[in-house]
C-alpha cells in the first residue's frame, strides 16, 4: 500500500457517499469488518441487484461473503478483485478497494446523470430516459473496469512479449505472426473506437 493509494482511496469514498470513517490508521492492523464493509458497500452501490447479506459472524460466513462479492463483482462489473488480500483485511487490501471505489468514482465524475434524484426523474425526465441514463452509467462503468483489468495485466503481458521475442524464429514465420498480431490489434482498436462512438452518442442523446 502507498500513501497515495490510500488517500485516493479515502477522499474517493467520501466522494461516493460511504456513511463511515476511513483514516490512514484504519489498515494498520487487520481490519476485516471494515474491508467487508466498504466492499458490500461498493458492490451495492455499483449494482443495486446485489442482494447477499452481509453476515461475518463465523470464518465460513467471511469466507462466503468475500467470494460473492468478488465473483459478482467481475462476472455482472467486470472488476477484478483478489480474494485473498481481501480476506486477509490488512494495507495490502488497500490496492483491491482503491481500485473498485477509484473505477466508481471516475463513471460518478464523467455521468452526472447518476446522481439524479427520484423526484428529479419522475418530474423532469421521462422513465425511459432515466433507465438509459443508468444503462449508460453501467457500460461507462464496466468499460472503465475493462479498461483497469488490462492494465493491471500489462506487467505479464511485458514479461511474455521479452521471452517470445528472445525465441528464435525464421523470418517468414515472424513476419507471418507479426502482420496477423496487426491485423487484431487494428481491429480492436476500431471496435474500441466504435463502442466509445456510441457511448458518446447515447451520452449526447440523454443531455
Known sequence: MSIWEMR??????????????????SFRQPNFELVSEAAHWLLKRSDPTFSYPYEISTENDRVALINTICNHAWSKIHIRL???KLYAANDECVHELCKF????????RETPTTALSDSVIGSDIAPQDAKDARQLAQDITQEGARLSDNLDAEHDLKRSRIAALQVPMEPELAERVLAQKN???REEVENLKLRLKELETDKESLT
Not at 471505489?101 to 471516475?106: F, M
Open 101 to 108: 471505489a477509484k473505477i466508481l468514482g471516475d463513471a460518478s
Open 82 to 84: 483478489n480474494s485473498r
Open 183 to 185: 491485423i487484431e490489434a
Open 8 to 25: 485516493t482511496f479515502i477522499e474517493t469514498m467520501k466522494t461516493l457517499g460511504y456513511p463511515k470513517l476511513i483514516s490512514y490508521a
